[in-house]
């Protein structure tokens, strides 16, 4: 991230922008990258629209998509995008309104999950969208958070639940039902699988956030790590380009629903790649999210090209149309608030402040001043006008783009995190470590540091001579790591130089030193090979991911882990973990067990030899 960008500091309990006495965006603090021109008002008043045209004038109180195929229909994808835009907008009565409408009308206590669509009949069509359930769980991950912060007030759905408690049963059923051989995401519950993908979907900021809130214990850093791995199979992954859909291979694949040209190109599914990379890379520095949104940059080279693509580079033909609702054409290939928003969500995340400043003014173009849409009221040349749009799905992705490019997207649950907005992140005491010369066969660099409060820090060892790097995080006041010169797989790094940077979330700058590694830790005992001996004290084992519980919560079950964690018992590091077994609602027998979790990117460890 480019820190020369402008940043600004809300502090929390404040109001940011006032549109009337009580429309006001989300008061958080944010340390986000944003462009010079503010959007505050236009982002509320574009909301005021969303409300306006596709919510009030309906009995059932969701998003409905007033030229859809179905007209006026709703799908469970605009639960999620209508709460999203309530939260940042500070609008707890119709982030209310629409989860509770959801709640009555798609969710099924069966399926655990949001049936896709209903129709103005009445009509519903059963089955989750996986996207749709991840977005409107971490909506109420967030809201959850603002309720205990006393932002917001505590709420319940018609179906009795809190938001904590809803999330909790989304996050275990994608887990459960979504997620295939353990890190594959499926396009939706009962359809999809690692040969059939949808990238669009792929939200790895998310997933980290799961990872922190959910009471059960799952490996959503494996998913996050297949995500990455199946986008850089991608055929356009040097251009920052993927298809709508395709399978864990990088092959483009026909599938879906609404789909166009075999689902081949980068259209209205895979375009949304950039708003969750980007949001990965901002909220939580993810580098092979930098890389792909770097190959996009380079691509797309300025805004007057943000469009859709075929994964050769080209526009879509010029030729290729389709009908909305309303019985009006319009071509395939746009050059859009949609394409543009989109778009520019890879340059406030990995451009330089011109390309972003470059993107918003583009951007601006498709808003007049005090409209509350996105697009022309009239443009009989491009048809980019009320009359050619969908008015649902460009209304939002333009809105995504715009909130990425002000620095109002932030990471609610980081900030919710910090007990003193006020205090700038400073060191307490500087990092240290152990030894400049590492000879992990005899002892591994321990690495520590305490920062003024607690912070989401990140820890990179980059080796200078070879492509060799490892990395940890945390979220603590204390910074600690022990590295045995050990990649994630267990394999042995490159003797050498390699660059040490620590960051976090708030720190004016890096901290960055070196060390020598002499030789790394031999993993290798006589015929024994050691996974783990503890002596890191962390859940981190030397070979593989993590260890974790595998409890029998996604069938119904109630089994639970009091305490898992490394004490030292005689001198001695020690695993101790602790469970509890209850059946809850299951069919079977409960069950708990510890778990190695040694699955990698692209596939298991292998240990053969």
């Known amino acids: ?119 103005l009949d009445g009509r519903v069509e059963s089955g989750a969208a996986t996207d749709a359930e991840e977005d409107v769980a971490i909506c109420l991950i967030f809201a959850d958070q603002l309720v205990k912060k006393g932002i917001w007030k505590p709420h319940t759905s018609p179906k009795g639940v809190s938001y904590s408690e809803r999330a909790n049963i989304l996050i275990n059923n994608i887990w459960a039902s979504m997620v295939e051989d353990g890190k594959y995401l499926k396009p939706g519950d009962s359809w999809g699988g690692k040969n059939l993908l949808n990238p669009g979907y792929f939200a790895p900021a998310w997933y980290r956030i799961f990872d922190e809130f959910e009471e059960q214990d799952h490996n959503w850093q494996g998913l996050i790590d297949e995500c990455y791995n199946v986008i850089a199979k991608s055929s356009g992954y040097s251009k920052g380009l993927i298809p709508d859909f395709m399978d864990y291979q990088g092959v483009a694949k026909a599938a879906g629903y609404n789909t166009y040209a075999g689902s081949q190109h980068l259209y209205k599914d895979a375009i949304r790649i ?110 980019e006008d009320t009359l050619h749009n969908e008015m649902y799905f460009d209304q939002f992705l333009a809105w995504f783009g715009a909130s990425m490019l002000s620095g109002v997207f932030t990471n609610i649950w980081e900030d919710m995190k910090d007990p003193d907005p006020t205090l700038p992140l400073a060191w307490k005491t500087e990092p240290a470590y152990n030894n400049r010369e590492v000879d992990a066969s005899k002892a591994p660099l321990i690495l520590s540091g305490v920062f003024n409060k607690p912070a989401r820090w990140t820890v990179t060892l980059s080796s200078r001579d070879s492509a060799d790097f490892r990395t940890f995080t945390g ?104 469970f509890k077994l209850s059946k809850g609602n299951l069919g079977f027998d409960h069950y708990a067990a510890l778990e190695w979790n040694c699955t990698l990117a692209d596939g298991n460890l292998d240990l053969t030899g």
């Not at 969303?50 to 229909?73: F, Q, T, W």
């Not at 092979?288 to 859709?308: G, H, M, T, W, Y």
């Not at 069938?555 to 590091?573: H, L, T």
């Open 1 to 119: 991230m480019n820190r020369s960008i402008i940043r600004h500091l809300a502090v929390l309990g404040s109001l940011i922008c006032t549109l009337s006495a009580s429309a006001t965006l989300l008061p958080f603090s944010s340390f986000l990258p944003k462009v010079s021109t503010p959007y505050d008002s236009i982002l509320l008043k574009t909301w005021e629209g969303i409300k306006k045209r596709n919510i009030d004038p309906y009995d059932v109180k969701m998003i409905h998509r007033p030229y859809s195929e179905a007209p006026g229909d709703m799908v469970s994808e605009g639960i999620g995008y209508g709460m999203i835009l309530a939260l940042y907008c500070n609008d707890q009565e119709y982030f209310n309104k629409i989860w509770d409408a959801g709640e009555s009308k798609l969710w099924s206590s069966i399926a655990n999950c949001y049936n896709w669509r209903l129709h």
């Open 274 to 383: 950039y708003w969750r990379l980007g949001t990965d890379y901002l909220w939580y520095g993810e580098p092979r999210a930098k890389v792909f949104l770097d190959n996009a940059l380079k691509f797309i080279q300025s805004p007057e090209r943000s469009n859709f693509f075929q994964m050769d580079g080209s526009f879509l033909p010029d030729t290729d149309s389709f009908v909305l609702g309303n019985e009006v054409e319009r071509p395939r290939s746009e050059h859009s608030h949609l394409t543009i928003g989109m778009w520019a969500c890879a340059a406030i995340a990995a451009g330089t402040p011109e390309l972003a400043e470059s993107f918003s003014d583009e951007l601006l173009k498709f808003y007049e001043p005090g409209a509350d849409y996105w697009g022309k009221s009239s443009d009989p040349e491009h048809g």
């Open 475 to 578: 979220s603590s006041e204390t910074l600690g790591i022990s590295w045995n010169g050990l990649s994630l797989e267990g394999k042995a790094m490159a003797q050498g130089w390699y660059d040490i940077t620590i960051t976090a979330r708030g720190l004016a700058s890096p901290f960055v030193t070196r060390v020598w590694l002499a030789k790394s830790f031999d993993l290798k005992e006589g015929n024994r090979l050691l996974v783990d001996d503890f002596r890191d004290a962390d859940l981190v084992p030397f070979i593989g991911n993590r260890w974790q519980s595998y409890l029998d919560g996604s069938g119904g079950g109630a089994s639970s882990v009091s305490e898992f964690k490394v004490n030292e018992i005689d001198s001695k590091q020690w695993l101790t973990w602790k």
